[in-house]
């Protein structure tokens, strides 16, 4: 294990942090100790009385102490510091895993720690007899590890690995009721939409590695800063590449397309994956790049504002439309997402992470929520619900403070997160794109409302009585709920601005604009779009008659059709991309490989077969066997002969002996 | 004192005793063969230790502890007789030849 002390060479600069001591140094148990934990729920879990949920709630609780643990570390003093063990090397390329414990990396343990240990407690109650039941947290605790793995990693393979293992536990917890045709495709759809974004992240890698010489993200990140030529000539493509690694990642459009169908999955797992550990790692991978992106790919960040922007808006325009509860926050974590992407293209580091901070609590909390309403009415559509405040009020409290949260009214988390983006979207002079993410902030209110009103105001339009959740499930609730009002107040411009200096603790500095004072023209423009947004919907919906009866009011067909086919873009992907590849492709493949592969293999099989017979026949029957068996059969006959001798009486051998005693004796004497 | 004569007493009391096992067909018989050779080798302890004038009486005392063990091997020997002719209802030695191939 090295501690590479590279404090020194990489912050020019007073540094203002420690290296974190003992604590950074055991920072990779709570990477290791997811995995150990899924080996022990998968062998001796189905044995234990809480089916190994106990055991993945312990490792959770550990990884959230010790994130605490760090995070406090953190904001007394700061903490960076990274560690590096040398596997092996293959030529002059050497094979590092490690861990980084820094302001990023310890912001993300903690979100991780904090959003993943609620949904395990509100798993344990609200998966109770579901099938697969142990198998179900083992996923999920490998689902957190494999996220630590990716955000505690120095080197960009491990980095790579942690994000391929992130998609390998999400395609299983997205189709854990595979039974259903359409889970076990939505699970597909996640993969398969990941893996074509990886490949861009993949050559990206491989691109930054060969032309810098090293997979350590820190040294790419000193070169960056330190115009290294060769670097600089690929820095563009390198950024662009990593850019579509993130928007796989981080469901940006087009390729968000399996983040809403990744709802198949259990509730539990859409609140963990859409706040802490899938759908961040896009962003964490641009914010952990963010020097890079700074120093020589700046041209790549105007193509991730573009996304960001076009994301934001597309995104939150569909959620009006849906009526599947899920969905509509399903629609809203990709809105969302387009923040975080737009506030880093738009060179606002921070306010990226402050809102991934926020975001993901407050959407942990409206995933838990609207889980908790599906537990107890057994749908998803919102068309079955309504007049649910009075059956489920912890969790209509609760809703409507992520709701309040989400659409950024003062002073709950997203208001001062939103407010920051829109700031340094104002203060970058992009005005169009300004202009976009305050009807987006509208847009997000206008949604959140709707679904507000639709769930639980008016009647009751579904069947049975439904009936408040226990408070195994409640109380994650609440928790989520205390930080959805609480942690945009860390990072309040003029007052607090604690969480900047967080996640800038880095050994790479972060040169950033953040906000020293409010901007009051972005903040007024993001309050009134969401006051107003809140309005409308609240008139259209509730004053203006029976909220099911909302939609007409303002459906403009045309529009409306577009955008529940989600702008065609799946039909778009089978048209022209799915349909295509597994006909006409699949088709070449297909005669390529029974007409050259398979010929081939065959005749090397009839040429093996051959050589075997007569390997068989000559050498081995011929040869090995017959001296075997010739050996056998002649120590038989000896046998037969030889056991004539063991009479059984006893006269007999005694003579036997004797004569032999008098053989030995008389040659004795002679010799003698 | 010559001990050749005791030599040859016990030498003949020897080859009596290998012929009485050789030979006789009745397994009590045999038994008392076997005893002649112990004694035998007792003759020969008892002179060897005489000639030697050994301080220890070392071949004397072996030949009390032969004649224990014979005493011993001689009811165990008795006791499979007495079962073998309890099964066989014969004690020919010719008989007992469960030890065959």
């Given at each position: 294990?090295?501690?590479?002390?590279?404090?020194?060479?990489?912050?020019?600069?007073?540094?203002?942090?420690?290296?974190?001591?003992?604590?950074?140094?055991?920072?990779?148990?709570?990477?290791?100790?997811?995995?150990?934990?899924?080996?022990?729920?998968?062998?001796?879990?189905?044995?234990?009385?809480?089916?190994?949920?106990?055991?993945?709630?312990?490792?959770?609780a550990?990884?959230?102490?010790?994130?605490?643990?760090?995070?406090?570390?953190?904001?007394?003093?700061?903490?960076a510091?990274?560690?590096?063990?040398?596997?092996?090397?293959?030529g002059?390329?050497?094979?590092?895993?490690?861990?980084?414990?820094?302001?990023?990396?310890?912001?993300?343990?903690?979100?991780?720690?904090?959003?993943a240990?609620?949904?395990?407690?509100?798993?344990?109650?609200?998966?109770?007899?579901?099938?697969?039941?142990?198998?179900?947290?083992?996923?999920?605790?490998?689902?957190?590890?494999?996220?630590?793995?990716?955000?505690?990693?120095?080197?960009?393979?491990q980095?790579?690995?942690?994000?391929?293992?992130?998609?390998?536990?999400?395609?299983?917890?997205?189709?854990?009721?595979?039974?259903?045709?359409e889970?076990?495709?939505?699970?597909?759809?996640?993969?398969?939409?990941?893996?074509?974004?990886d490949?861009?992240?993949?050559?990206?890698?491989?691109?930054?590695?060969?032309?810098?010489g090293?997979?350590?993200?820190s040294?790419?990140?000193?070169?960056?800063?330190?115009?290294?030529?060769?670097?600089?000539s690929?820095?563009?493509?390198a950024?662009?590449?990593?850019?579509?690694?993130?928007?796989?990642?981080?469901?940006?459009?087009?390729?968000h397309?399996?983040l809403?169908?990744?709802?198949?999955?259990?509730?539990?797992?859409?609140?963990?994956m859409?706040?802490?550990t899938?759908?961040?790692?896009?962003?964490?991978?641009?914010?952990?790049?963010?020097?890079?992106?700074?120093?020589?790919?700046?041209?790549?960040?105007?193509?991730?504002?573009?996304?960001?922007?076009?994301?934001?808006?597309?995104?939150?325009?569909?959620?009006?439309?849906?009526?599947?509860?899920?969905?509509?926050?399903?629609?809203?974590?990709?809105?969302?997402?387009?923040?975080?992407?737009?506030?880093?293209?738009?060179g606002?580091?921070?306010?990226?992470?402050?809102?991934?901070?926020?975001?993901?609590?407050?959407?942990?909390?409206?995933?838990?929520?609207?889980?908790?309403?599906?537990?107890?009415?057994?749908?998803?559509?919102?068309?079955?619900?309504?007049?649910?405040r009075?059956?489920?009020?912890?969790?209509?409290?609760?809703f409507?403070?992520?709701?309040?949260?989400?659409?950024?009214?003062?002073?709950?988390?997203?208001?001062?997160s939103?407010d920051?983006?829109l700031?340094?979207?104002?203060h970058?002079?992009?005005?169009?794109?300004?202009?976009?993410?305050?009807?987006?902030?509208?847009?997000?209110?206008?949604?959140?409302?709707?679904?507000?009103?639709?769930?639980?105001?008016?009647?009751?339009?579904?069947?049975?009585?439904?009936?408040?959740?226990d408070t195994?499930?409640?109380?994650?609730?609440?928790?989520?709920?205390?930080?959805?009002?609480?942690?945009?107040?860390?990072?309040?411009?003029?007052?607090?601005?604690g969480?900047?200096?967080?996640?800038?603790?880095?050994?790479?500095?972060?040169?950033?604009?953040?906000?020293?004072?409010?901007?009051y023209?972005?903040?007024?423009?993001?309050l009134?779009?969401?006051?107003?947004?809140?309005?409308?919907?609240?008139?259209?919906y509730?004053?203006?008659?029976?909220p099911?009866?909302?939609?007409?009011?303002?459906?403009i067909?045309?529009?409306?059709?577009?955008?529940?086919?989600?702008?065609?873009?799946?039909?778009?992907?089978?048209?022209?991309?799915?349909?295509?590849?597994?006909?006409?492709?699949?088709?070449?493949?297909d005669?390529?490989?029974?007409?050259?592969?398979?010929?081939?293999?065959?005749?090397?099989?009839?040429?093996?077969?051959?050589?075997?017979?007569?390997?068989?026949?000559?050498?081995?029957q011929?040869?090995?066997?017959?001296?075997?068996?010739?050996?056998?059969?002649?120590?038989?006959?000896?046998?037969?002969?030889?056991?004539?001798?063991?009479?059984?009486?006893?006269q007999q051998?005694?003579?036997?002996?004797?004569?032999?005693?008098?053989?030995?004796?008389?040659?004795?004497?002679?010799?003698? | 004192?010559s001990?050749?004569?005791?030599?040859?007493?016990?030498?003949?009391?020897?080859?009596?005793?290998?012929?009485g096992?050789?030979?006789?067909?009745?397994?009590?018989?045999?038994?008392?063969?076997i005893?002649?050779?112990?004694n035998?080798?007792?003759?020969?302890?008892?002179?060897?230790?005489?000639?030697?004038?050994?301080?220890?009486?070392?071949?004397?005392i072996?030949?009390i502890?032969?004649?224990?063990?014979?005493?011993?091997?001689?009811?165990?020997?008795?006791?499979?007789?007495?079962?073998?002719?309890?099964?066989?209802?014969?004690?020919n030695i010719?008989?007992?030849?469960?030890?065959?191939?």
């Amino acid at each position: 294990m090295v501690n590479t002390n590279l404090i020194s060479l990489l912050a020019e600069g007073k540094p203002t942090f420690t290296d974190g001591g003992i604590a950074a140094e055991y920072t990779w148990l709570i990477v290791v100790l997811p995995f150990i934990a899924a080996l022990i729920i998968t062998f001796f879990g189905k044995y234990l009385p809480l089916k190994g949920a106990e055991i993945a709630l312990a490792t959770i609780a550990f990884i959230f102490a010790f994130s605490s643990y760090l995070l406090y570390l953190n904001v007394i003093e700061g903490v960076a510091s990274e560690f590096y063990i040398n596997v092996g090397s293959i030529g002059s390329f050497d094979l590092e895993f490690g861990w980084v414990v820094d302001g990023l990396s310890i912001m993300m343990y903690f979100v991780v720690g904090t959003v993943a240990t609620l949904v395990f407690i509100y798993a344990t109650n609200y998966m109770k007899g579901e099938v697969r039941y142990t198998f179900f947290f083992t996923s999920l605790t490998l689902f957190a590890g494999s996220m630590l793995v990716l955000v505690s990693s120095p080197t960009l393979l491990q980095l790579l690995i942690g994000w391929e293992l992130v998609g390998v536990c999400s395609y299983l917890l997205i189709g854990h009721y595979w039974e259903n045709k359409e889970n076990s495709s939505a699970a597909m759809k996640a993969f398969i939409t990941n893996k074509i974004a990886d490949v861009g992240l993949m050559i990206g890698i491989i691109v930054l590695a060969l032309s810098t010489g090293t997979m350590r993200i820190s040294e790419i990140l000193y070169q960056s800063t330190h115009d290294y030529q060769s670097l600089k000539s690929v820095a563009y493509l390198a950024g662009v590449l990593l850019f579509i690694g993130a928007m796989g990642k981080s469901a940006q459009f087009p390729l968000h397309v399996w983040l809403p169908d990744a709802m198949a999955g259990p509730t539990p797992v859409s609140a963990l994956m859409h706040a802490a550990t899938m759908v961040t790692a896009g962003v964490y991978l641009l914010a952990r790049m963010f020097p890079f992106y700074q120093g020589m790919a700046s041209q790549a960040l105007d193509v991730v504002l573009l996304f960001g922007v076009v994301t934001l808006f597309a995104a939150g325009l569909i959620a009006i439309v849906q009526d599947d509860l899920k969905k509509v926050l399903a629609y809203s974590t990709v809105s969302q997402l387009g923040y975080m992407v737009a506030a880093i293209g738009s060179g606002a580091y921070t306010a990226a992470l402050f809102h991934l901070w926020t975001h993901a609590f407050f959407k942990a909390l409206l995933f838990l929520g609207a889980g908790s309403v599906i537990h107890a009415v057994h749908t998803n559509s919102m068309r079955e619900m309504g007049g649910l405040r009075k059956e489920m009020p912890r969790t209509y409290i609760t809703f409507i403070v992520g709701t309040i949260a989400l659409a950024g009214l003062p002073p709950l988390a997203g208001f001062f997160s939103k407010d920051e983006i829109l700031a340094s979207l104002n203060h970058g002079g992009f005005s169009t794109y300004f202009a976009i993410a305050v009807a987006g902030a509208f847009i997000t209110a206008f949604y959140m409302t709707r679904a507000v009103v639709l769930t639980f105001f008016g009647d009751y339009r579904g069947s049975g009585h439904p009936h408040e959740s226990d408070t195994m499930m409640t109380t994650p609730l609440l928790v989520l709920a205390g930080f959805a009002v609480a942690a945009g107040w860390v990072n309040i411009p003029g007052v607090y601005t604690g969480f900047t200096d967080w996640v800038t603790t880095r050994k790479n500095p972060i040169i950033e604009y953040h906000p020293e004072s409010f901007d009051y023209f972005a903040l007024s423009s993001g309050l009134i779009a969401g006051l107003v947004g809140i309005g409308l919907a609240y008139y259209v919906y509730q004053i203006l008659g029976k909220p099911e009866d909302g939609d007409q009011k303002i459906k403009i067909d045309s529009v409306w059709k577009l955008l529940e086919n989600k702008y065609y873009l799946d039909d778009f992907y089978f048209k022209f991309i799915i349909n295509p590849t597994k006909s006409t492709l699949a088709n070449i493949v297909d005669k390529f490989n029974t007409n050259i592969l398979d010929r081939t293999v065959n005749m090397f099989g009839i040429a093996a077969s051959y050589l075997g017979n007569l390997v068989y026949e000559k050498f081995d029957q011929g040869g090995i066997d017959r001296a075997l068996n010739a050996s056998s059969s002649s120590t038989d006959a000896l046998g037969a002969r030889v056991k004539l001798l063991q009479t059984g009486k006893a006269q007999q051998y005694i003579m036997y002996f004797l004569s032999g005693v008098i053989v030995i004796s008389l040659l004795i004497l002679l010799v003698l | 004192m010559s001990v050749q004569p005791f030599l040859i007493a016990a030498a003949g009391l020897f080859s009596i005793g290998i012929y009485g096992i050789l030979v006789r067909r009745n397994v009590v018989m045999v038994l008392l063969s076997i005893e002649l050779i112990l004694n035998a080798v007792n003759i020969n302890f008892v002179v060897f230790d005489a000639m030697l004038r050994d301080a220890m009486l070392q071949g004397q005392i072996f030949t009390i502890f032969i004649i224990t063990i014979a005493a011993a091997e001689v009811g165990i020997g008795l006791a499979i007789v007495l079962m073998l002719f309890r099964n066989r209802k014969t004690a020919n030695i010719n008989e007992f030849d469960l030890m065959k191939w």
